[in-house]
């Protein structure tokens, strides 16, 4: 079996997108990857890429990359070849070019126009690759910000215990997501020692039966995890959706509408146990900040992750602010944590974090009696 490794995993400043327009065209397979036999002869030989029907339609960057080849020859006709990160794709049977040698491409910029058919060849590190691998990775990659609540691998069939609940799951992190990351990164919530040995469990039993890198790394399986992981998935998914419920009834007294008041009950004894919230008046420090207006700050995609906008909810507010159009670079940066939550409302949403100034040092000057 072939092998993968987290380095190929591809990244890509601009999103990601299928080779061609679904609007256009639908492709369908003319010859596959690897041995083929000639309909004619039944000659057996090896095919070097994926041959599709195209029928005139333009070709498209399928990431951030750089237009590595351009040319001829007997067996593709014109071809344009661009490399994204490690990987090299060679687009065959090409009739126009709108690209020059070394021109910088994003995902969705047209670069050429295809005849009738298509032929896509991928070389990873100039290693050949099956074009299909490749494909559906870059498909997993620019679906994957439509996919809220969907963290199993495509094509993967992963059972849960929240299943019946998924679309509202979905809701909930959309609003609290943002804010349940950052209060685990900062240590005021912290999940139960029960949910973090279970994981770490799940995970050394994952590398013990070498579950990793069985197929390409995607955006939505950065472990490249194959169909015969899916008990373990869905084991993983069941702890991680379980301790953000917990933390939602914590930390928020939010629970699922399907919940009873007998499961509402079982899940806030977690914190009459001290699991699952880090008291922030422990070491009898006082920390203004337990009296605080919650606010969250939230990111998010269209369906290619070229335009992105950001949206805010302070004091629990359904509705919460008006949605602002975002830079891609900026939307990477608050989710890699380099802007924190507090700088990126002052920001976007500076009237709002005024309001919430003024109420945070009433409440400093009503508790220390200034």
């Known amino acids: 079996m072939k092998r993968y490794s987290k380095e190929m995993f591809l990244l890509s400043d601009s999103g990601y997108c299928m080779p061609y327009s679904s609007e256009e065209c639908d492709p369908q397979p003319l010859l596959g990857y690897g041995?083929?036999?000639?309909?004619?002869?039944?000659?057996?030989?090896?095919?070097?890429?994926?041959?599709?029907?195209?029928?005139?339609?333009?070709?498209?960057?399928?990431?951030?990359g750089k237009v590595s080849g351009l040319g001829n020859d007997p067996v593709h006709q014109g071809y344009v070849k661009v490399r994204y990160g490690n990987y090299e794709v060679e687009y065959g049977h090409v009739e126009e070019v709108y690209v020059s040698f070394g021109t910088p491409v994003t995902a969705g910029q047209p670069i050429a126009l295809s005849s009738q058919m298509l032929h896509i060849g991928v070389r990873f590190n100039g290693e050949e690759l099956n074009p299909v691998e490749f494909l559906n990775m870059i498909y997993s990659n620019a679906m994957s910000s439509s996919m809220v609540g969907d963290d199993a691998p495509a094509g993967m069939k992963v059972q849960t215990e929240y299943d019946k609940d998924l679309e509202e799951i979905g809701k909930l992190m959309t609003r609290y997501l943002p804010m349940y990351m950052d209060e685990l990164r900062t240590g005021t919530y912290k999940p139960s020692a029960q949910t973090e040995e279970a994981l770490r469990n799940a995970i050394v039993q994952g590398a013990r039966k070498n579950y990793y890198f069985e197929c390409l790394p995607s955006v939505t399986n950065p472990l490249g995890l194959s169909d015969?992981?899916?008990?373990?998935?869905?084991?993983?998914?069941?702890?991680?959706?379980?301790?953000?419920?917990?933390?939602?009834?914590?930390?928020?007294?939010?629970?699922?509408?399907?919940?009873?008041?007998?499961?509402k009950k079982k899940v806030l004894q977690t914190a009459d146990d001290?699991?699952?919230?880090?008291?922030?008046?422990?070491?009898?420090?006082?920390?203004?900040?337990s009296f605080d207006v919650p606010r969250v700050a939230s990111v998010y995609p269209d369906n290619a992750g070229i335009r992105w906008w950001t949206k805010a909810w302070f004091n629990n507010r359904e509705k919460g602010e008006d949605v602002i159009e975002i830079s891609r670079e900026m939307a990477i940066k608050f989710i890699q944590g380099e802007i924190s939550k507090d700088a990126w409302l002052e920001r976007y949403y500076p009237k709002q974090m005024s309001i919430y100034h003024n109420a945070i040092e009433m409440t400093r000057k009503q508790l220390l009696g200034l």
């Open 274 to 289: 001290g699991s699952g919230f880090i008291d922030p008046l422990q070491d009898l420090r006082i920390y203004v900040r």
């Open 35 to 64: 041995e083929q036999s000639d309909p004619q002869t039944g000659k057996k030989f090896f095919h070097h890429g994926l041959d599709l029907t195209a029928n005139g339609t333009k070709l498209l960057a399928m990431a951030t």
């Open 228 to 263: 015969r992981s899916s008990l373990l998935v869905g084991i993983v998914q069941n702890l991680l959706i379980g301790d953000f419920l917990n933390y939602l009834a914590i930390r928020h007294t939010v629970f699922l509408s399907s919940w009873d008041e007998s499961q």
